[in-house]
Structure formats: structure tokens, C-alpha cells
């Protein structure tokens, strides 16, 4: 898979005035306020250029969505990051789609049957974005905060997310986003990647093993939504030290439980399964009754 380089210098602006429908001063506000999220920290120049609006423009939006409370500056380092109110609208939407708040107790049951962290992620593109997590008590654990982003192919929800879509969609993904290599396990050929995606796919659930960090591995599996499509991913990680080879198969089928009872929980059906009038749906395991 051919991987374009990157062009020096100020890329063309996204944003056009003949956009049929949309008012190219909130697309400008909305893009810079994406690009803020997915990097976490950014300043006023980077944002400028790779969104290729104008610097003053740039300012004067951030101190707009400033205003609002949509985005803070860093006195200290002189960087842009995310504010209260995109949090806020983030837990929102959450609270909306209900997946956070049910996926929660069984998210704890999996922890406690693991003894490794629980993670809830959804995807947004090329990427899984974190959006719940339960610790274990293990002194030595993973981590990752609400928001932070990761690539799908060196992901354990990511792959497990991947696996459920057709070839022609994963394909898309990829040529958009590029295979980048985080450590010397992760999986950075098409081949590579597709044979992983069709083991997961056969046996329900994905093995992340130090393809994204060293010294960290993840089980995950896809939640699928009332269409059947792949809405979330749920995984547990932790030190690879405790994910070996007699163990992971065991763990892996608790995790598979723990996407199956999030499905159900949040009405989602498995693909080729049949709908079926409420009086016969299939009583939830006892410990998210």
C-alpha cells in the first residue's frame, strides 16, 4: 500500500466560501477545534499551518471558541488545548447514546474476572478515542484518559473494530491514515494486518501484543449497535508480563462476554442475528441484571 509523503510548506485550505450549505467561518471554527483535540496541545502557528488559514484568522477564532469556553491557552507554554465546554459536549453526547453509562457495571465485572484495567473506545476514522475506562487495584497498570486517541491497526479495540467491517471500508481507512510503525511488533503491511483481522474475526476477539507501547498488551472485542454494525470496542491491558501465551485465550473469550453483554445492554444485536419480540429476549447475565 503506497503511503503519500507528506508536501512542505502551507497545504491548501480546506475551507471554501462555495461550500453548498455551510458557512465557512463555522467550518474554520469547527476544524481548528478538531485539530486542537486530536493533538492535544497545539500552537496558534501549527494550527495555521496545517489547516492552511490565515494566522490572525486562526487568533481570532481561538479566542472566540475561548470565549465560549470550547478551548484554553497555556500561559506557560504558549499552546492551545481543550476546554471545559468541549468536555461538557462530549459527556452529552455520552449521556445520549447511553453507551457509557450501561457498559460501566460490566466494564467493573470485567476488571475484577481479568485483574487487568477495563477500556470502553469508539472509533472516529482511522483512530479509537478512549471514552471510559475502569482501573484495576494492580500497582503496576495501564492507563488512558478520557479523549486520547490511538491508531486503529496497533490497537486492541481498534483491530477488534476493524475486523467487523467489510475489506473495501478497512482498505479506505487505511490509505487515508497509512500504517505508521509505533514499536518493532506493530503490524505495518496490508497482509500482515488483514491475516490478524481474520484470526479476530474468527475467534471474537483482538490481541494487541506491544504493538502499540512496549511492554504493554490489550485483549479487545467489538459492541455492535441495532443495525449490527460496529458502534464501540470494549478491551482490558496491562503489562505483557501478565498476557502469556497459556492465559490470553481464556482472557480473550471474557472479554468476547463482555462486548456480547454491552450489545444486548444496549440494544444491539449481533451480526446475523434475528430480531425477536421483547417477551423472548434472552435474560442478561446476573451480574449486570
Not at 481498534?158 to 473495501?168: D, M, N, Q, T, Y
Not at 494487541?208 to 464501540?232: F, K, L, W
Request: hydrophobic share 35%.
Amino acid at each position: 500500500m503506497a503511503i503519500q509523503k507528506r508536501q512542505r510548506g502551507r497545504p491548501k485550505s480546506q475551507f471554501r466560501e462555495s461550500s453548498a450549505g455551510t458557512l465557512q467561518s463555522l467550518d474554520r471554527a469547527l476544524g481548528i477545534l478538531k485539530a486542537v483535540s486530536k493533538s492535544e496541545r497545539a500552537t496558534l502557528t501549527d494550527l495555521s499551518l496545517s489547516l492552511g488559514v490565515p494566522t490572525a484568522t486562526t487568533h481570532r477564532i481561538l479566542t472566540t471558541l475561548q470565549k465560549h469556553g470550547f478551548v484554553a491557552f497555556d500561559e506557560e507554554r504558549q499552546d492551545w488545548v481543550i476546554g471545559i465546554e468541549a468536555y461538557r459536549t462530549g459527556v452529552s453526547f455520552m449521556n445520549r447514546t447511553g453507551l457509557s453509562t450501561v457498559s460501566r457495571p460490566v466494564m467493573r465485572h470485567l476488571m475484577e474476572r481479568t485483574g487487568e484495567t477495563a477500556n470502553l473506545a469508539i472509533p472516529d476514522g482511522a483512530e479509537v478515542v478512549f471514552v471510559g475506562q475502569v482501573e484495576t487495584s494492580n500497582p503496576i497498570r495501564a492507563f488512558f484518559a478520557r479523549g486520547t486517541r490511538t491508531s486503529m491497526h496497533a490497537s486492541g479495540t481498534g483491530k477488534a473494530i476493524l475486523s467487523a467491517l467489510p475489506e473495501e471500508r478497512v482498505r479506505k481507512l487505511l490509505m487515508s491514515s497509512g500504517l505508521t510503525s509505533f514499536t518493532d511488533n506493530t503490524l505495518v503491511t496490508p497482509d500482515a494486518l488483514f491475516a490478524d483481522l481474520a484470526k479476530t474475526r474468527q475467534r471474537g476477539w483482538s490481541f494487541d501484543s506491544e504493538e502499540r507501547y512496549c511492554g504493554m498488551s490489550c485483549i479487545g472485542s467489538v459492541i455492535y449497535d441495532e443495525h449490527q454494525d460496529p458502534c464501540a470496542g470494549v478491551s482490558i491491558s496491562g503489562p505483557s508480563t501478565r498476557f502469556d501465551a497459556l492465559r490470553v485465550p481464556e482472557l480473550g473469550a471474557t472479554v468476547a462476554e463482555a462486548a456480547r453483554d454491552i450489545t444486548q445492554l444496549i440494544g444491539g444485536r449481533l451480526p446475523d442475528e434475528a430480531p425477536q419480540p421483547e417477551a423472548d429476549t434472552t435474560p442478561l447475565s446476573n451480574h449486570v441484571a
